[in-house]
């Protein structure tokens, strides 16, 4: 089980992908970031929309038209791209229960009486943390970091 999801994961590189773009005043169309993430275009169109819903990337139609980020890397964390995606990631399935209804764990301890669910809640609040203290801008960063440590592959 992955906590976060390939459709999040791919919302995550198209997003970078269009942060490189913002830095050099272009936008970029769903075939031209399918084709350069080498994503399925069919699944990234409904990701794109899904981050468009959610205000994190704009789209416009016709020439010059195309994709882009509505706001500046360093206002859009991997937790935006996350939820937008995957709605908010939570460890435990007792977790968004607070309605009373216990049928999925039958026996069921208490929402508010429960030493699982209570851990299960601390949990997720390190995960929000931690999603919401990464920029797009500090991906970007760091990814430069790495590609600068990667030693050369010569090969005559």
């Known amino acids: ?13 198209a997003v970078y992908r269009l942060a490189d773009l913002a830095e050099m005043g272009q936008s970029a169309t769903i075939a031209e970031l399918a084709e350069s993430e080498c994503l399925p275009r069919k699944y ?3 990701v794109v929309l ?20 509505a706001r500046p890397a360093d206002a859009i964390t991997v937790g935006d791209v996350v939820r937008a995606l995957d709605g908010d990631p939570r460890p435990g399935h007792c977790l968004d229960a607070e309605t009373g209804d216990h049928s999925d764990c039958p026996g069921c301890w208490g929402y508010s009486t429960c030493a699982i ?29 790495l590609a600068g440590q990667q030693t050369p592959d010569y090969q005559i």
């Open 50 to 69: 899904a981050l468009r819903q959610a205000g994190v990337i704009e789209s416009r139609r016709g020439p010059g038209g195309g994709c882009r980020l």
């Open 117 to 145: 669910r209570e851990l299960w809640g601390q949990l997720a609040g390190v995960i929000d943390r931690a999603l919401d203290a990464v920029t797009i801008a500090d991906l970007r960063a760091r990814q430069r970091q």
């Open 1 to 13: 089980m992955s906590l976060v999801s390939r459709r999040a994961s791919y919302g995550l590189r």
């Open 44 to 46: 990234l169109e409904q």
